[in-house]
């Protein structure tokens, strides 16, 4: 019953990557920390889609 879409996961898994990058060139520490706080969100939805395979 393994359904998982590969598409979606790759999509996350690419936005997660572009947020922790865009952390590591912020010009300050309030961007530095919506970039963090973005990419925790997208991995807790990584994790949730996981989940459910």
Request: glycine share 0%; proline share 0%.
């Amino acid at each position: 019953m393994i359904e998982v879409n590969d598409a979606k996961l790759s999509h996350y898994t690419r936005l997660i990557q572009r947020e922790r990058q865009a952390a590591e060139t912020a010009s300050s520490e309030a961007i530095r920390e919506l970039h963090l706080k973005i990419a925790e969100l997208y991995e807790r939805e990584l994790a949730t889609i996981r989940s459910l395979s």
